[in-house]
């Protein structure tokens, strides 16, 4: 039987009555769209199995009294810049009442980033960042449309959340909008929508919950957040952990199929009470080579060794989760410094070793010296510095090339003695 009681309680405590989560929630659309507005634009993706889905969607929004005055296809895979730009013009063209956006992370990432532009104007580039938003909502005494997301892959929690990623395809940089305005009002997802995700997409969201739950928590240690932040990310982290490689053997898994869309949204949650970092921030560096997921995955054993001596104590919670799991035999209570950090990243790696993920950047087709170098960069750039901030070892910009280009020359090829610790 399984055990998602404390999993439930957490998200009721997140978001109360304005998310609908769980298996076969989508008829509930036009109840939760119908407070927001009665005409929308519907922005959907397409993949297998989704023109049902789209359906119900759109019969559950007449049934509401919702009028659909135009749909239009969602965003590519990291939300380009392209793409936000396109969705924008349709928003405008439309004169929503509300944004009804039917897709994973990147198209949910993309409707909040366009309703954005269709409602303030100007270009992309002055949003990145934190709260830019909300000073121009201020500004110009305007509101945002408001907007449904419905999420349909267990991944970003991007449905809940105040971030939008934002890809240059030119450059093969993300960068990121950090707002509450841009937060969905209200959200859903079935997770039985899941059901027909390629397994490798069902792999990545299932490292991108765990990165988000333990970015966020490492980040918090030794400040007020942790209590709260604590049982959200042990719990995100032991779903991924005991009911991924379930779900990849037998992909019609149902009780583990909720299990990963419990453990996102929870990851969600995470970020939503503190931010990611090291991993997050070299991962935008690699979007022509990775997807976020399986990105963020592979680096953060890495970061693990980096930040062990600042993160003990949700090192060891975290190490024995895996070590329950069966994916080490370290005695965590007893390891402790970089020896805590060397144990749990050796676990990380094989557990991702044993859902068939990568674990060295020098195994990904197309991987160059030119990556490194664009993640230390990146590091540098003004619009980004949170993720250094958010950091559980004190790192600035001109710290970077001393400390975090052997973090990922140690991911490149594996070699965890590399990193060097910040004493």
Known sequence: MNNFANAQALLEEFKGDHYRYGM????????LASSLGKKSIVIQ??????????????????????????????????????????????????????VVSFGGGSTTDAAKAAIVLACLGGEIDAYFGTGLVSGALADQRARLTPHLAIQTAASSGAHLTKYSNVTDLTTG??????????????????????????????ADGGLDAISHALEVLFGVVG???????RPVALEAIRLVVGYLPAVMRRPDD??????IGLATDLGGYAIMLGGTNGAHLTSFSLVDILSHGRACGLLN????????????????????????????????????????????????????????LPTRLVDIPGFSEAHIERALTAAKMPELKMKLENMPVPMSADLVDQYMEPILRAATTGDLDLIRNLE
């Open 173 to 202: 940089q993300k960068k990121l909008i950090v707002d509450d305005a841009i937060i969905p009002p209200r959200a859903l997802f079935d997770y039985m929508v899941t059901l027909e995700a390629p397994l490798h997409l069902t």
């Open 24 to 31: 076969g929630v989508l008829n509930q659309t036009g109840e």
């Open 301 to 356: 054993p890495y970061y693990a060794v980096f930040f062990a001596p600042a993160v003990q104590e949700p090192l060891r919670d975290v190490g024995k989760i895996y070590q329950q799991a069966g994916y080490s035999s370290a005695d965590f209570e007893n390891l402790s410094g970089r020896a805590l950090g060397m144990a749990a990243a050796k676990a990380m790696i094989a557990f991702e070793q044993a859902v068939g």
């Open 45 to 98: 993706d397409e993949f297998v199995g989704s023109r049902e889905s789209l359906d119900r969607i759109l019969e559950s929004l007449k049934a509401g009294g919702v009028q659909v005055l135009r749909q239009e296809p969602g965003a590519r895979p990291n939300a380009p810049r392209e793409d936000v730009f396109r969705l924008a013009e349709a928003i405008r063209s439309a004169h929503p009442e509300l």
């Open 223 to 229: 400040k007020p957040a942790y209590s709260r932040v």
């Open 254 to 259: 149902l009780e583990g199929r909720e299990a």
